[in-house]
């Protein structure tokens, strides 16, 4: 099993997609592969995303490609037969946790309160996911959290700002998770695929600017 916190130590941060159509993951994912990003999540929201992972692994073997919003044991073998790296859920559920396990895969459990969180890392999960964390308090909400709560990885995702990865890292977030800001329109027919690339450059940007000060401050 992969380690996720190591594989992206240098720059910590996943790209998640989600759409009305998984048409465009491919080739919003090599922008953000070119830009610097080491991670993609496609939510299984989004209809044709199991193929989309499977395309963007046989294409990108380098990039990890992971599934988001992952819900029954069904979607947990699908995704990890397409080729899935890691699994992430907006909700903590015991028995997908161990069903990823046994596929030697690691899944990250979503939760909001400490009170969740500290139950989502008792199944022995790499990390937790934080979402949605901007409508509770965003950078300062993680703050919060890992002053009391040092030991727990914790993935910020939902309505995190393009400027922000830095500061959430900053904070004290082990992975940052970004998404609309990001994507915007570039997910549909036609979208400003430019716009994506200097957005995701900022994002890098601003994430090497992060790990450049931790670097110097050592």
Do not use: C
């Amino acid at each position: 099993m992969i380690q996720l916190t190591d594989e992206l130590a240098d720059r910590p941060v996943v790209a998640v997609l989600r759409a009305a159509g998984a048409e465009r993951f491919l080739q919003v994912s090599r922008v953000l592969a070119e830009a610097g990003f080491g991670a993609v999540e496609f939510t299984l929201t989004t209809p044709g995303a199991v193929e989309a992972i499977a395309a963007a692994r046989s294409e990108r073997p380098s990039l990890l490609v992971g599934a988001g919003t992952v819900r029954t044991i069904e979607q947990v073998h699908q995704a990890i037969d397409a080729g899935a790296a890691f699994l992430v859920s907006q909700v903590t559920a015991p028995a997908l946790v161990e069903a990823a396990a046994e596929r030697g895969v690691p899944f990250i459990p979503g939760a909001l309160t400490p009170n969740e969180i500290v139950a989502a890392w008792s199944l022995g999960v790499q990390a937790v996911k934080v979402s949605p964390v901007g409508p509770v308090g965003g950078v300062d909400y993680i703050a919060e959290l890992v002053g009391p709560l040092p030991a727990i990885p914790l993935m910020p995702t939902g309505l995190v700002r393009v400027h922000e990865a830095g500061d959430y890292l900053a904070a004290g977030a082990a992975v940052v998770g970004l998404s609309r800001d990001l994507t915007r329109d570039a997910l549909l027919p036609g979208g400003d695929l430019e716009g994506l690339a200097e957005r995701a450059v900022r994002v890098i940007r601003s994430v090497d600017d992060y790990r450049q000060l931790i670097r110097s401050e050592q």
